[in-house]
């Protein structure tokens, strides 16, 4: 049974139509669906989580999903419930040029992120000084230690409000939420960055600056 309701899912030529051309009959190619991707993530699982990194399927056209900015999963303009169907499109999930696309072995499909696809819900720590370690939880289900290949950084808007990213795989980032940011900042110490001073955290042997010194 479909998880989806039935309707197009993505804006190219579906349905197998026949067509004519040169006098030879060609068929066109079903386009992916949001209930195959399910099932294909769900296949590409089994034995850990999939190595999308080595998949480069032709592209297939945009689906019509979106992340929100708080890390909630639309489909056609309604929010995906299930946590663990979200789970399953996160894992097969590649950022490519700066887009973000839902990839299985033969196929790839476009959607929207509105700012990173994952939030950083909670973190633990251990240890104290430059052994401490900083490890992160997102709202998929991802473990993430904060280390040199897991960089936390901060933007700053115009208004100079942060927005803390963690870099989760292969390019994709975490929104740090406000709760745990905040506690971020408890723990935050005073290092020399780049000939300056900034307020930031240690992790796993990094610094990661937050804030100059002299802003605060």
Known sequence: MPIFPSKA?????????????DHKQTVSTPSPTADGLADAAKKASKK?????????????????????????????????????????FSSILKLEDGKHFLVTPVEKVGIR?????FIAVDFTTEGEGDAQTIRFTTNVGDVVLADADHAIRV??????????????????????DRKSFYRLVDLAVTRAHEGEDWTGVVSAGSFFPILRAAEL
Request: glycine share 10%; aromatic share 8%; hydrophobic share 35%.
């Open 9 to 21: 899912d993505i804006h190219a030529p579906t349905n197998g139509q026949i067509y004519m051309t």
């Open 48 to 88: 850990g989580p999939p190595p999308v990194h080595l998949w480069d399927p032709p592209f297939c056209g945009d689906l019509d999903m979106e992340i929100r900015r708080d890390g909630t999963w639309f489909y056609l303009g309604t929010p995906i419930g299930r946590e663990a169907l979200v789970r399953l």
């Open 113 to 117: 992120v509105e700012d990173a696809p």
């Open 155 to 176: 933007e700053h808007s115009e208004d100079g409000e942060p927005r803390p990213y963690l870099h989760v795989r292969r390019g994709l980032e975490a929104l740090i």
